[in-house]
């Protein structure tokens, strides 16, 4: 038995190194998809529709004076209140510069602003750059359209209940 299993030890080795040099090793590193972000329009009609799903009505667009002097366009505010959203393109970004919070990273604490005479407004930074998908010119999908659009709907409302339970104005 041991001179059968000493004649068959290096063919099972000299078999299993074969395999594993054949293809069965790490596979190669490959590039992220490329990455685009919602668009504009489609953003906020997924913020409209989050608006909504928490009881409350969404209202027109309208401009806030910021502290700076620059104006704001909050794109959905809320219907009978003075808190609203304003999604903010890389435009947005650049025109604002520093009279706007820099962007939050996808895992941290939404950016609020205060504007109005006394600061009690309070509108939420919501980042374009924070919602991205890739458009399957990869290998495979990696970030859904799907997966951008749930994540802005449950920052908006998060954002929603946040203002109801602290009664912003």
């Keep these: 038995m041991a001179t059968v299993l000493r004649n068959i030890l290096p063919i099972v080795a ?18 992220p998809n490329p990455t685009r972000t919602l668009d504009e329009r489609r953003a906020i009609e997924v913020i ?10 969404p209202a027109p667009a309208r401009e806030v004076e910021m502290r700076s002097g620059k104006a704001l366009r909050v794109d959905v505010s ?21 009279a706007i919070k820099p962007p939050n990273g996808p895992d941290e604490k939404l950016r609020l602003e205060r504007v109005g005479a006394d600061g009690e407004v ?8 924070n919602y991205r998908y890739d458009d ?9 359209t799907i997966t951008a659009e749930r994540t ?18």
């Design 152 to 169: 802005l709907t449950r920052d908006v409302r998060d954002f929603i209940t946040y203002a109801k339970t602290k009664k912003f104005k």
């Design 122 to 129: 309070r509108i939420v930074l919501l980042y374009q750059a």
């Design 48 to 57: 409209r529709r989050a608006v909504a799903q928490e009881g409350v009505q």
């Design 78 to 98: 809320i219907e009978g209140h003075e808190f609203g959203i304003a999604y903010i393109s890389d435009d947005d970004q650049d025109k604002l510069g520093d």
């Design 14 to 31: 000299t078999a299993v190194l074969g395999t594993v040099a054949l293809g069965c090793g790490p596979e190669p590193v490959r590039a």
């Design 136 to 144: 399957l010119a990869g290998e495979s999908h990696e970030l859904t």
